[in-house]
């Protein structure tokens, strides 16, 4: 045999086993793709199956989904409820201002020096000017006593400044309070306005209701998994011969856990997605007298809903309580089933 025919073979002896090793690795990626596969099509398959069983039994569906539904809710329209109020207290706090009242005998001259030095003060944002005719229109376009304050002589409302104080002042009440009785001693200024004690109530309703948002939300979420965790139970001992028979021919715990565990993720979810329809008619049935009352106080104010962030928020707690909830349930009972 010549050199280079030997040569040649043992290149051929040392390159067999490099193509096994790498042909068994092929394989072995192949074959954990294949189990990847078949995972994720028998989950798909268990998740179909359980949604059509839980179709075939329609009213028993509704009725646990409705449950769920009004738990996921209430918290859900009363967390609408406080965040509507936020809005509304931030835009009345961020116009809140000072009503500066001027004396009747005030000139055209004084209240522009008054003006000014309001201007100049650095704990002033702004300052605007409502004389006392545009005031008397603005009464009587909306008290609806135009008639009335026609038949008067003499124009009985005074000159008003709108002073802005500097946004520092907005959560501060006594330097809010130091700057109106600093205003109100000033030569012109009859009287000085400005209520800030109702914003802290506000803000403190506001606090006691996001605290009731948390508890209620605590309380109903405790309740969903007591209503889903019943259910599974039912279901395990309406099926009891069946998951018997299941484990008398090989089938694992988790086999069978499959489809119950799926089940409470299918009611969490339509819970979910129900809770979010209800909210959404209850807000579109108050939105009516929301838009005339905000027609009457002039302002653009309008209800701000769950939205699509909502949705998703309640499908995923609806899903991820119904999950616990089926898997306490299953945890359980399913061990106590067992062939005999």
Request: aromatic share 6%.
């Amino acid at each position: 045999m010549s050199l280079s025919n030997r040569l040649r073979g043992e290149r051929q002896n040392q390159s067999g086993p490099t193509r096994d090793v790498r042909r068994g690795a092929s394989e072995g990626r192949a074959r954990w793709s294949d189990k990847l596969k078949s995972y994720v099509d028998h989950h798909r398959s268990v998740f179909v199956s359980t949604g059509r069983r839980l179709l075939a039994e329609p009213v028993q569906t509704l009725m646990t989904a409705l449950v769920v539904a009004i738990a996921l809710g209430l918290p859900a329209a009363l967390y609408v409820g406080v965040v509507n109020l936020q809005q509304l207290g931030g835009r009345v706090e961020s116009s809140a201002q000072m009503t500066v009242f001027l004396k009747k005998t005030a000139n055209a001259a004084d209240i522009d020096s008054l003006q000014k030095n309001l201007q100049k003060d650095p704990d002033i944002q702004s300052v605007s000017y409502i004389s006392s005719q545009q005031a008397l229109q603005e009464f009587q376009l909306l008290s609806g006593f135009g008639n009335v304050l026609e038949m008067l002589d003499d124009n009985p409302l005074p000159a008003v400044l709108l002073v802005q104080p500097d946004p520092r002042f907005r959560a501060d009440l006594v330097g809010s309070e130091a700057l109106v009785a600093r205003i109100a001693g000033l030569v012109t200024v009859d009287d000085v306005r400005l209520d800030m004690k109702w914003m802290r109530r506000l803000q403190g309703i506001l606090e006691i209701g996001q605290r009731l948002v948390l508890s209620l939300g605590l309380a109903l979420s405790l309740g969903v998994l007591l209503i889903i965790g019943n259910t599974i139970r039912l279901a395990i001992e309406s099926r009891r011969d069946e998951i018997v028979v299941v484990k008398l021919v090989g089938g694992t715990d988790s086999y069978v856990r499959r489809p119950l565990l799926y089940t409470g993720l299918w009611y969490g979810l339509l819970g979910g997605l129900i809770a979010w329809l209800l909210v959404l008619l209850a807000m579109l049935w108050v939105a009516g007298p929301v838009a005339k009352l905000a027609v009457l106080y002039q302002t653009s104010f309008q209800l701000a809903g769950l939205g699509m962030i909502g949705l998703l928020g309640l499908l995923l707690s609806g899903a991820l309580l119904g999950l616990i909830g089926a898997w306490l349930a299953v945890a359980r009972h399913l061990a106590s089933i067992e062939p005999k």
